[in-house]
T-cell receptor, first 113, second 113 residues
Framework: DAEITQSPRHKITETGRQVTLACHQTWNHNNMFWYRQDLGHGLRLIHYSYGVQDTNKGEVSDGYSVSRSNTEDLPLTLESAASSQTSVYFC????????????FGPGTRLTVL | AQSVTQLGSHVSVSEGALVLLRCNYSSSVPPYLFWYVQYPNQGLQLLLKYTTGATLVKGINGFEAEFKKSETSFHLTKPSAHMSDAAEYFCAVSGNQGGKLIFGQGTELSVKP
């Protein structure tokens, strides 16, 4: 069965370190998204991609970057981790079009000390 | 621009009682609307969606929602709550391009025995 996976599921790091969160989908979806979930804020979009070599900034992109070299993967990099980036991160994917649902990964809980 | 407001960050009902979770949206284009559910320590999964056509949409687990354009609302209901319905529920509207979703802040549903 097709799926979307994230790794690691839990990560503890120190302020200033570079961290990369992996997202891999086997749906063959063009669209991929990264969100962060914080209490009281729901899900906020960090970055998104509509296809290979395409990346776009979301509403909370400062301090994060992504690259899309193939259809299956959209890794999220925190260039220099900050305590404010402690959060739960979700990756999602979908086919093209406004009416298509997004399929979510299980999430990565990141703690920055 | 699109936005979503979920009224009530926490709703508590008794088992067997009606569940009503409120969602109002703002959209500059005809809206596509979604309800997602998140069980503890899991990713989001789709409950139901409205694209076009019938304004009463039925989803999984006995949930349904009605699109009311005049009230810019898409409230989620279930006639009889079950303990297994305890979760966080998110309303979302599709953005005006591609597959972006704008999420509400979420409503946590508690079900009392």
């Amino acid at each position: 069965d097709a799926e979307i996976t994230q790794s690691p599921r839990h990560k503890i790091t120190e302020t200033g370190r570079q961290v990369t969160l992996a997202c891999h989908q086997t749906w063959n979806h063009n669209n991929m998204f990264w969100y962060r979930q914080d209490l009281g804020h729901g899900l906020r979009l960090i970055h998104y991609s509509y296809g290979v070599q395409d990346t776009n900034k979301g509403e909370v992109s400062d301090g994060y970057s992504v690259s899309r070299s193939n259809t299956e993967d959209l890794p999220l990099t925190l260039e220099s981790a900050a305590s404010s980036q402690t959060s739960v991160y979700f990756c999602a994917s979908s086919t093209s079009g406004r009416y298509n649902e997004q399929f979510f990964g299980p999430g990565t809980r990141l703690t920055v000390l | 621009a699109q936005s979503v407001t979920q009224l009530g960050s926490h709703v508590s009902v008794s088992e067997g009682a009606l569940v009503l979770l409120r969602c109002n949206y703002s959209s500059s284009v005809p809206p596509y609307l979604f309800w997602y559910v998140q069980y503890p320590n899991q990713g989001l999964q789709l409950l139901l969606k409205y694209t076009t056509g019938a304004t009463l949409v039925k989803g999984i687990n006995g949930f349904e929602a009605e699109f009311k354009k005049s009230e810019t609302s898409f409230h989620l209901t279930k006639p009889s709550a079950h303990m297994s319905d305890a979760a966080e529920y998110f309303c979302a509207v599709s953005g005006n391009q591609g597959g972006k979703l704008i999420f509400g802040q979420g409503t946590e549903l508690s079900v009392k025995p």
